[in-house]
């Protein structure tokens, strides 16, 4: 049950497809990343890599909460819609 865990609830297991995920960065250099399925921690984790930036000393990552879930069960990406 997501308000017992204290996330959203489109990432509820099985909501939207199982696409779903959430990303917290959280005190003590952790992050949350949380999906209602596999496929939605994949793209949570696809997510933080593209926000990670590195840097001569390491890598940071900006402090953020998102919440993604598709609309449609199949993402997709054509050139008329870019």
């Known amino acids: 049950d997501a308000s017992r865990t204290g996330l959203p609830v489109e990432v509820q297991a099985g909501k939207h497809f199982g696409q779903s995920y959430t990303i917290e960065t959280r005190t003590g250099n952790s992050v949350l990343i949380a ?37 449609f069960r199949y993402r997709a990406a054509a050139d008329w819609l870019l």
């Open 35 to 71: 999906g209602s399925g596999p496929v939605g921690v994949l793209y949570g984790v696809a997510t933080l890599v593209q926000l990670a930036a590195g840097s001569a000393t390491g890598w940071a990552i900006p402090s953020v909460r998102i919440v993604d879930y598709p609309s």
